[in-house]
């Protein structure tokens, strides 16, 4: 039978985040793929794991992924880390785990720490929507140009940075997101000298100039998303174009239509559709009506048409 890929998540710090279930992996696999051997050695070493170590990272050789797919050919398991947290989140292993697949070999993960959602689950942003962009650019130039694709983008963004690079980071952001955009600065996680930062992106950059502490270690940084161009109308205009709709057309229908004119959530507008049919009595919305009718103040026309209702915006 072929080998198992398994891919391992360690520490980001605290050793005590270890879970049980990576130590078991790690002390059964046949070969660990570690990204800094001698690194990765101090944590086996702690966990008392002899298991045999190779070096891999994205820029290995062809030689090195071969030796591990000819590993898991031979029925030997193998489990892949990085120097800390998830493997691929901004650590190497994508060229492994795709090379894996594309044999056909098991690729299974062990989940554990992992730095970005570690930072985000503490940060106080918006975590419903984010993207992590690892990395930003070395040098000033393609930095701007990579934060100033960022800029519109809704979700919160998650980047990892250098110390040495931080406050250029913080200043070029300050400069394509705005000066006042909410952010945070997670750094050291888990460690002795785990800190937040938060506050605007200029308040942020301004600590990290007057603390020399603030430019060492392990950096998170998240921004919060730019605001959705022409947002959704707010609840009160939203009822108002719901109740005005709901005299011409059903209740499922309006809501629909609600949604699509003020970007609004149409379950949510549904079930207040549904409260106000209670409210003010089925008769009063039959959706029967024959005539044209204007919405105020003359942002929206409604009118039969060949027996269907329809809806324009001007």
Known sequence: MSGVLYVVATPIGNLA??????????????LIASEDTRHSGRLLAHFNIDTPMMAYHDHSN??????????????????????AGTPLVSDPGFKLVRAARQRGFGVIPVPGACAAIAALSASGLPSDRFS???????????????????????ATLIFYEAPHRILGSLEDMSENF???????????????????????????????????????????LLVQGAEAAGGAAD??????????????????????LTAKITGGQKNALYTMALAIKRESGSSRFSGTS????SISPGSYSICPLNGHTSVSIR
């Open 132 to 154: 992590f962009e690892g990395f930003p650019p070395h040098k000033r130039g393609p930095r701007q140009k990579f934060f100033a694709k960022l800029k519109n983008r809704t």
């Open 17 to 30: 985040d270890m879970v049980p279930r990576a130590l078991d992996v790690l002390q059964k696999v046949d």
């Open 235 to 256: 609840e009160a205009e939203q009822e108002r174009v719901l109740k005005l709709l709901m005299k011409e057309l059903p209740v499922k229908q309006a809501s629909v």
């Open 178 to 220: 705005g000066a006042d955009r909410q952010a945070v600065m997670a750094r050291e996680l888990t460690k002795t000298f785990e800190t937040f930062l938060l506050g605007s992106l200029d308040e942020i950059r301004e600590k990290v100039a007057a603390d020399p502490n603030q430019q060492k270690g392990e950096i998170v």
């Open 290 to 293: 024959s005539k044209p009718h």
């Open 62 to 83: 062809e030689h090195q992924v071969a030796r591990i797919m000819d590993s898991l050919q031979q029925g030997k398991n193998v489990a892949l880390i990085s120097d």
